[in-house]
């Protein structure tokens, strides 16, 4: 029997990545770091741009480590600061650390906000059960959500920091599809990594949907790809 498009919207649940997805992560970060650099760049012999790259070749390597469970969501905070001050021969106390990292947060979280596709496409799938996967921490996901006014769209909110597995393991994506009350098979995921959020989706029979904004992906590819969040409804309803 054909899976009708009224039993998908009754049976059926999109979910998507958030940072990356929905949030322009890099544009905040950037910004943020920017605010940071300038005002400590005192104390280093980096220019803006290496300072930022520094930044971001640390700040991966402890998320990853926080990630694989070696490091809570706020020691990895704490390591990333005191590893970049090494840098300057600079020995941060965790005291220290946690305050400079503060510092960033607050400019960070004051250039948060979403791609100019995000809010037309939520609204186009207001008739859908919609869901967030992340592997961010859920205090900090759900205050992105509520700051970009999109919270409210989203019916199931799945982070690494609250059930201790975190993307690219397939079992984060079985967690978010059992609290759905929704097979596999009819759960579609959105995001913008395709290591992390569609290659696993292939694993487990979940229709991943590459967001490729950027035009990486190439034209020979064996998953779907949108280049704007706002092809999304027809995609899935084509």
């Not at 009754?10 to 905040?28: A, E, R, V, W």
């Not at 990895?76 to 650390?97: G, T």
């Not at 397939?170 to 995921?189: D, G, H, M, P, T």
Request: hydrophobic share 35%; glycine share 6%.
């Amino acid at each position: 029997m054909e899976y009708s498009k009224l039993k998908r919207k009754d049976n059926m649940i999109i979910f998507f990545d958030l940072d990356g997805t929905l949030l322009d992560h890099k544009s905040s970060e950037y910004l943020g770091v920017k605010e940071f650099y300038n005002y400590n760049k005192k104390y280093f012999k980096f220019n803006e741009n290496e300072f930022y790259k520094a930044w971001c070749d640390i700040s991966e390597k402890h998320f990853n480590i926080y990630l694989a469970g070696k490091l809570t969501f706020r020691e990895q905070r704490i390591e990333r600061i005191k590893e970049l001050f090494r840098l300057a021969k600079i020995k941060l106390s965790e005291h220290d650390a946690e305050k400079n990292f503060n510092e960033y947060l607050l400019n960070y979280e004051n250039n948060w906000k979403c791609f100019d596709d995000v809010k037309p496409c939520l609204d186009s799938l207001k008739d859908y059960r919609l869901g967030i996967i992340s592997n961010g921490d859920l205090t900090q996901q759900n205050l992105k959500l509520e700051k970009m006014k999109i919270k409210s769209y989203f019916e199931i909110i799945i982070t690494a920091g609250e059930v201790g597995i975190s993307k690219p393991n397939v079992e984060i994506f079985k967690i978010a599809a059992s609290k759905a009350n929704v097979e596999l098979r009819y759960c579609y995921y959105v995001g913008d990594d395709l290591n992390t959020d569609i290659l696993p989706c292939k694993k487990v029979n979940m229709k991943g949907i590459f967001i490729d904004r950027n035009g990486i992906a190439g034209k020979i590819v064996d998953f779907a790809v949108i280049n704007s969040l706002e092809n999304l409804k027809n995609y899935i309803e084509g």
